[in-house]
């Protein structure tokens, strides 16, 4: 591996180097002719981005090839010269950039055909971060070229500028194609494809007589977040620290370690055991301290090079992409970020119930994109009060998905950051969309001092309610899996506010009973999909509390803000949401029946299957339209038709198209639409384009009903005259229709008690669902189902 010691090691000697009109090795005929053969710039020209660019000679080459050029460099001396040596080249923007170091905001967001790093590559401290960051911005058939002195063609005295062969194979890992080239004694590595090496847990050799052994190993990240890890001799990927001597203490070993080996510094007072490890290698009983360091001091350094070829710090996220790492510290790191590594071997891992004091660190990018993500859910009318507009903007999103990158994690649209699956793949956990947790806690309306429960666990949501409650409050947030329990409690430890208890448990029980505050929790959240209500969250609410939950209307989701008055429950909020589904007891899968061999499926979410005898020979048989005179335009929300539908007509459920396209029925493949089941009939609900044209605004669709058996023009004509009902009654000017007011009551409440209304008769409760124009009928239990509600879902 390289030399401990550079040319160069900090920004001002670069600086000078370019003001004192130094340069680097000119660019050579056959570098030139390297990358005219093998990076040509696509069709119409390409983005290029040269890293550590100097005086610009090659950023120059690369524009004469066809490029739009981003030319980079941390030196300003450097750049001022290239500015005026090229005064008139066009097509290159030349941009001040400390690739390790800096938010790389500068840089192209739609990501560049080809990247070079001409001589600069063995100057970075961070080798492994940053080519891992090049090569994520590598646009599709992309390139990535290092262009580097070998040590077998360098002096002695300047072989800390040359890459060996380990270091050259280990450049290489990864990347889909790789190409070594010779460019006058220079390596030229052509590098094709995204670098995702994939992590592997590998052990050491051990020598046969080796003991048991306890060791303790040093958990250190920098002011950017990113933890420290040293490339050992043995070619693998370690944390500081070791084997303890005697009766050592594991945090006096851990920082020992540390020091022996990096050269920082940290006392055993800020070093903080959080999981003890139990494993076995070779049959060798082995137990492992893992020990945070909150804070430490010092320059890093490699001080044991007989064993370590260096040290870097790595992003969070790119940890799963590493290549090998000594088992113990896989297991490490998946303990204090659990989920960063996937796929580990198993391991007896005995959580610490230590109180360890949060650890900041953030790269400044993540800063930049929480304010715009924040300002972006602000800008879409998700959030009005500020201390919910304040908590988006400070508390740290990524550190409760540490596998995503920034991009992802700071995502404003629809993005789900799932976090944990079932065997079949199914998302169990997740982080929601931003837009959404703000608007389910906007809709708290809570006050400093609040005391909330969260059930559906992840940490972030939890920290964001304690920033709303403030100092003064407090917030137990639960979850029924014990691996999502343990990863709140991790990420809540290294960047919550100390105001988050997370619990484990099933939430249809209620919150455990000693978390209960006198006269109930002012806020209950429910964070997954709850078909049924439990009456431990009406019991555990204090009388005016509020209760959100995405509650299940015949199949539709709508986080609902309830409003405790008594014994009954009162919306005071719609928003159309999609959550993970309920587990354990609230855990529940819909009635389906299949029809024309699979081609189709009904589904039934309230009741049982109806019967479905006859019908694979009435669809196969004539078809009835019914128009229902009922229009839309392009991009409609149609969703409150649908829970409109679900909520009034008698003998609802969902068709739906499986996994291939069906001339029987126009519904989209994947999808659903509403539909009425009768005697060997049945109806649904569609729409036919009934005025075309080149512009989009002026295109227009009209709700219709198919219809198939003896009973479907009747059956149809329901369904049709509830969308016409809908429309005179209900849909609103400019796509926002009328939401209806919704109660909900205990079980057994008998009818004459309930308001007039519809009612949807659920397991635990009673749910009465009045509508305009309909809130004069008496109640009257009706089955139904419904379709995925919005624009652009369904049918």
């Known amino acids: 591996m390289r030399s401990s010691t550079l040319t160069y090691t900090a920004r001002g000697q670069w600086e000078q180097h370019f003001s004192d009109g130094k340069g680097f090795r000119p660019v050579g005929e056959r570098e030139r002719e390297l990358l005219a053969e093998h990076t040509r710039a696509p069709d119409g020209g390409g983005r290029a981005l040269e890293v550590g660019c100097g005086t610009g000679d090659l950023s120059v080459h690369l524009a004469s090839l066809g490029y739009t050029v981003d030319a980079v460099d941390f030196a300003d001396s450097a750049l001022a010269r290239a500015r005026t040596e090229h005064a008139g080249v066009e097509g290159v923007r030349w941009l001040l950039l400390d690739i390790e170091g800096d938010d790389p905001a500068l840089l ?52 800390g500028i040359a890459l060996d062969e380990d270091e050259i194979t280990l450049l290489a890992t990864g990347w889909q194609t790789v190409e070594r080239l010779d460019a006058d004694g220079l390596a030229f590595l052509l590098l094709r494809g995204p670098c995702h090496a994939g992590t592997r847990a590998v052990e050491r050799q051990r020598p046969p007589s080796d003991p048991a052994a306890t060791a303790a190993l040093a958990v250190v990240t ?91 710090f790595f992003d969070l996220h790119a940890l799963a992409r590493i290549g090998d790492v000594f088992a113990p510290v896989a297991s490490a790191l998946d303990a204090v970020w659990p989920g960063v590594i996937p796929g580990l071997p198993p391991v007896a891992s005995y959580p610490i119930a230590v109180e360890q004091p949060p650890v900041p660190g953030e790269p400044a990018e993540a800063v930049r994109l929480r304010q715009a993500m924040a300002e972006a859910v602000i800008d879409g ?155 431990a969250w009406r019991e555990q ?49 819909a009635a389906v029946a299949d029809l024309l061999d699979g081609q189709l499926r009904l589904r039934f979410e309230d009741g049982p299957a109806g019967s479905v005898e006859g019908l694979d020979e009435v669809l ?23 829970l409109y539908a679900a909520t009034t007509v008698p003998g609802f459920c969902r068709l739906a198209v499986a996994d291939q396209e069906s001339s029987v029925v126009q519904i989209t493949t994947g999808s659903d639409a509403p539909a009425v089941l009768g005697a060997a009939s049945l109806a649904y609900l569609t729409y036919v384009q009934t005025r075309h044209s080149e512009i989009r605004e002026e295109r227009e669709w009209e709700w ?13 004509e329901r369904l049709a005259e509830a969308v016409r009902a809908w429309d005179r009654d209900v849909r609103g000017d400019g796509g926002r229709s009328t939401d209806p007011a919704v109660t909900v009551h205990p079980a057994g409440t008998p009818d004459h008690r ?7 008769d659920k397991a635990l409760c009673r749910i009465v669902v009045q509508w305009p124009g309909r809130d004069a009928l008496l109640p009257c239990p009706v089955d139904r189902v419904a379709a995925p509600a919005a624009s652009g879902e369904g049918m």
């Not at 492994?128 to 005295?157: F, K």
């Not at 008055?565 to 587990?583: E, I, S």
């Open 108 to 159: 192209n967001e739609e990501g560049y055909d080809l990247v070079v790093m001409r001589l600069m590559y063995p100057f970075l401290r961070d080798r492994g971060r940053v080519l891992h960051g090049l090569g994520e911005r590598l646009r599709d058939g992309g390139a990535l070229v290092v262009i580097t002195p070998v040590v077998e063609n360098t002096p002695e005295g300047r072989r």
């Open 222 to 312: 920098d002011e950017a977040g990113r933890v420290l890890l040293g490339r050992s001799h043995r070619g693998m990927w370690e944390l500081p620290g070791g084997k303890t001597r005697g009766p050592e203490p594991f945090e006096v070993a851990a920082v020992r370690g540390l020091a022996e080996e990096t050269g920082l510094a940290a006392g055993a007072e800020d070093a903080y055991v959080v999981t003890m490890l139990a494993d076995a290698a070779d049959g060798v009983p082995r137990l492992t301290a893992v020990v945070r360091i909150a804070t430490w001091s010092g320059t890093l350094s490699n001080r044991e090079p007989d064993k370590f070829a260096r040290w870097e």
């Open 381 to 535: 009318g998700w959030v009005s009060s500020e201390p919910v507009r304040d908590a988006l903007r400070t508390v740290p999103r990524h550190r409760f998905a540490p596998e995503k990158d920034l991009r992802t994690a700071y995502d404003a649209g629809d993005v789900t950051i799932a976090t944990r699956r079932d065997e079949a793949g199914q998302v169990t956990s997740s982080v929601s969309a931003a837009w959404l947790q703000a608007d389910m806690i906007e809709g708290l309306d809570l006050e400093p001092g609040a005391v909330v429960w969260e059930a559906g666990s992840g940490g972030y949501n939890a920290e964001l309610l304690a920033h709303v409650v403030g100092p003064g409050g407090r917030v137990v947030t639960s979850d029924i899996d014990r691996y999502v329990v343990r990863r709140a409690r991790r990420f809540t430890a290294e960047a919550g506010s100390g105001r988050v208890t997370v619990v484990h448990g099933d939430a249809a029980h209620g919150a455990p009973a000693h978390l209960v505050p006198r006269g109930g929790f002012d806020v209950i959240l429910i964070s997954y999909n709850c078909w049924d209500i439990a009456p």
């Open 541 to 589: 609410l204090a009388e005016g509390g509020r209760l959100v939950l995405p509650l299940e209307l015949g199949g539709y989701t709508r986080a609902i803000t309830f409003q405790r008055r008594g014994d009954v429950l009162v919306a005071r909020k719609f928003t159309h949401c999609g959550f993970v589904p309920a587990q354990g007891a609230h855990a529940r899968t």
């Open 620 to 642: 196969r048989g004539r078809r009835h339209e019914i128009a229902t005179g009922v229009t839309m335009g392009p991009g409609f929300y149609f969703g409150s038709l649908q």
């Open 704 to 716: 219709s009903v198919h219809a198939f058996g003896d009973q479907g023009p009747a059956l149809g």
């Open 754 to 760: 309930l308001p007039s209304g519809d009612v949807v």
